[in-house]
């Protein structure tokens, strides 16, 4: 197999023995499994990850494209090799004074090669406020992967950027239509940093916090194998976690914080109402809400707990003449629902909190069904609360939680988004 230089700047390529021969000559090459190790992914192999063959395989990374022990990664050093770009940023929009205070602390951080956080509550402005450093970053050649846990991020990043920079780059994601070339700038979900290996002069994190990322050793290793030895790492967050505020105090990072959102408007709070049983009747006073939603032409996210609860109330609200679709994290045509909800094609669109984070509706209006179950967390409820209000046009919006009881966890997502908002109020924009 022949292998085009450039596909092996910075990456690591799965090879066949045989293939060894036609690689360049400067190409690095090492045992895919090493002593019961993944190269790759640094997971233990276990006894019963084996093939018919023998043959020992990864399971952990093996959705990257199965590796086994009769493997090569072959990888060569990142050349940085880029066209001169004096003027990528064709943003025409303008920071806030607290953003461009933010973005002028992020841009001392590359500067002096530091990591940084930055803190914003969600609507403030996190991917905007990235803008100067990364074109910073790219007028000094350096190679740059934004990244995030999930997909639907991913996406929203990549349309973001798009119309911000012009510079090629490329998406990747399970399912993405991009085929991998060699660029200045990538944009993808956490797990494809398994393919590059100290491509990056720098790692934008988005989501810091979100699961699958957080907590998940292999995807904590990817990405620090991705980082070239002197590069820095931008996490984004809505919600700290114990692990970043370790960082924080340890003095390991840089942190930046922000509790105000963009256009000056409080992050809407939570409103509770009481429902009894929803799983056996849906309660009279969520129709009333969602039909006076449609009525007032308002869109609106519907979030429930189990993936089993989505086509039941979608079914449910369809019969009352509610135009609705669901969706969840294994759903196959979920980008295209999420495209449909952002073009207003539907009342609103029913989902998992795989929609928790990182997506925009203008001016939509968000419930929550049972929000007093336990996959609702302060952090969760927060992110969701964060759905609404993010357009200029429409900066204001309600989130209604219908539970059977009020949880600790809704009591410290209220607490939480109130001291945000008390906070924000001492920010002068």
């Given amino acids: 197999m022949f292998y085009e230089e450039t596909l092996l700047y910075g990456r690591y390529i799965v090879c066949e023995k045989e293939d060894i021969q036609q690689l360049p000559v400067n190409v690095k090459v090492v045992p895919a499994i090493l002593e019961k190790r993944c190269g790759r992914c640094q997971s233990k192999i276990l006894k019963k990850w084996q093939l018919p063959n023998n043959m020992s395989y990864c399971w952990i990374c093996a959705k990257m494209g199965r590796i086994t022990s009769n493997n090569y990664l072959v990888t060569m050093e990142e050349p940085n090799n880029?066209?001169?770009?004096?003027?990528?940023?064709?943003?025409?929009?303008?920071?806030?004074?607290?953003?461009?205070t933010i973005s002028d602390q992020q841009l001392t951080a590359l500067s002096t090669k530091t990591s940084h956080?930055?803190?914003?509550?969600?609507?403030?402005?996190?991917?905007?406020?990235?803008?100067?450093?990364?074109?910073?970053?790219?007028?000094?050649?350096?190679?740059?992967?934004?990244?995030?846990?999930?997909?639907?991020?991913?996406?929203?990043?990549?349309?973001?950027?798009?119309?911000?920079?012009?510079?090629?780059?490329?998406?990747?994601?399970g399912g993405s239509k991009d085929e991998y070339k060699y660029t200045q700038l990538v944009i993808a979900t956490t797990h494809q940093l398994m393919g590059f290996k100290e491509a990056f002069d720098v790692i934008v994190l988005d989501e810091a916090d979100a699961f699958?990322?957080?907590?998940?050793?292999?995807?904590?290793?990817?990405?620090?194998?991705?980082?070239?030895?002197?590069?820095?790492?931008?996490?984004?967050?809505?919600?700290?976690?114990?692990?970043?505020?370790?960082?924080?105090?340890?003095?390991?990072?840089?942190?930046?914080?922000?509790?105000?959102?963009?256009?000056?408007?409080?992050?809407?709070n939570i409103t509770i109402k009481f429902i009894y049983n929803w799983r056996l009747k849906l309660p009279s006073k969520i129709i009333r809400h969602v039909r006076r939603l449609k009525k007032l032409q308002i869109k609106f996210l519907l979030f429930v707990p189990e993936v089993t609860d989505v086509e039941m109330i979608v079914s449910k609200l369809r019969k009352v003449d509610i135009n609705v679709l669901g969706t969840y994290a294994a759903d196959e045509k979920r980008l295209e629902k999420v495209?449909?909800?952002?073009?207003?094609?539907?009342?609103?669109?029913?989902?998992?909190?795989?929609?928790?984070?990182?997506?925009?509706?203008?001016?939509?209006?968000?419930?929550?069904?049972?929000?007093?179950?336990?996959i609702f967390t302060a952090p969760t409820i927060i992110q969701i609360a964060g759905r609404c209000g993010r357009s200029i046009e429409r900066p204001t919006g309600t989130v209604t939680a219908y539970?059977?009881?009020?949880?600790?966890?809704?009591?410290?997502?209220?607490?939480?988004?109130?001291?945000?908002?008390?906070?924000?109020?001492?920010?002068?924009?």
């Fill in 117 to 173: 956080l930055t803190y914003a509550v969600t609507g403030a402005g996190k991917t905007e406020m990235l803008f100067p450093m990364l074109t910073q970053a790219i007028i000094d050649n350096m190679r740059i992967a934004v990244v995030a846990p999930r997909i639907d991020v991913v996406i929203e990043l990549q349309k973001r950027i798009q119309a911000a920079f012009n510079i090629p780059f490329v998406t990747l994601y």
């Fill in 403 to 429: 539970v059977r009881e009020k949880t600790k966890q809704l009591n410290i997502a209220i607490a939480e988004i109130n001291y945000l908002n008390v906070l924000g109020k001492k920010y002068d924009m």
């Fill in 82 to 100: 880029f066209k001169n770009n004096e003027n990528p940023c064709i943003w025409e929009g303008k920071l806030t004074k607290l953003q461009q």
């Fill in 339 to 374: 495209q449909l909800m952002r073009d207003e094609k539907i009342d609103g669109l029913v989902t998992t909190t795989i929609l928790e984070r990182g997506v925009t509706f203008k001016g939509i209006d968000v419930l929550i069904l049972g929000g007093d179950e336990k």
């Fill in 212 to 268: 699958p990322y957080a907590g998940n050793e292999v995807l904590e290793h990817v990405t620090k194998q991705a980082l070239k030895k002197t590069g820095i790492c931008f996490y984004l967050t809505a919600t700290l976690n114990q692990q970043l505020k370790r960082l924080v105090q340890k003095n390991e990072i840089a942190f930046s914080t922000l509790p105000k959102r963009f256009h000056g408007y409080a992050l809407p």
